[in-house]
Every structure is written in C-alpha cells, then in structure tokens.
Nanobody, 123 residues
Framework: VQLQASGGGLVQAGGSLRLDCAAS????????VSWFRQAPGKEREFVAV????????YYADSVKGRFAISIDYHKNTVSLQMNSLKPEDTAVYYC?????????????????WGQGTLVTVSS
C-alpha cells in the first residue's frame, strides 16, 4: 500500500484548497481512507474518512459543512476539498488507510500513511 499526498499551500481565510492523496491499495479486499491533520504543538486529529466502496463518509465536527472528501476511481485518488478555510485549519495534513470497513478516528488504527502536506491559512 502506498499513499502520496499533495496540494497543500498558503491561502487566505475564507479561501479554498484541495488536497489529493494518490492511493495504491492493491491487495486489499476493502479499505477506508482518512485525512488527519496535525497543527504545531498539537496531537494529530481526525478530519474525514471515506470507505473505498463509497458507502460511508464521516467528518469531524470542526470541518463538517466546509470540507468534502471524495474518491476518483479512475485516478485512484482521494481528495479533500476544503472551503471556508479558517486560520485554525492550519496544519500538516496526512492521508491514511486501513484495511476493512470499520471507521476509526484514532490515528493508531491506521498502518499506512502518506507524507504530510502543509496547509497554512492566513488571517
């Protein structure tokens, strides 16, 4: 399993940004892919998750209504569209995957991680 995140950058508050996670999930009969983020001096926190079959989607309360997670099956990419960004959304964002259909918000439940991509929201 390989994951590669991209798309971070600097954006003003209220702006939008899209993160992509190129996912190679060969060998997995089922999987879920999540986005986490880690702000400076804080623990890594769950942002959003989607099952690879597309049936389940969940968001952290802090991003609900502003962020949207989606899958492009042609490109094997999991995207996180982030709208109405706030300075408190500033963090390094990671995509992660685990086999199965169970959703977990705990980062320790995910064995596979992409490298982080930095999102900075200026006020």
């Amino acid at each position: 399993v390989q994951l590669q995140a991209s798309g971070g950058g600097l954006v003003q508050a209220g702006g939008s940004l899209r993160l992509d996670c190129a996912a190679s999930l060969r060998g997995l009969s089922s999987a879920i892919v999540s986005w986490f983020r880690q702000a400076p001096g804080k623990e890594r926190e769950f942002v959003a998750v989607k099952s690879w079959n597309g049936r389940s989607t969940y968001y952290a309360d802090s991003v609900k209504g502003r962020f949207a997670i989606s899958i492009d099956y042609h490109k094997n990419t999991v995207s996180l569209q982030m709208n109405s960004l706030k300075p408190e959304d500033t963090a390094v964002y990671y995509c992660a995957a685990r086999e199965g259909l169970s959703y977990y918000a705990e980062s320790l439940k995910y064995p596979w991680w992409g490298q982080g991509t930095l999102v900075t929201v200026s006020s």
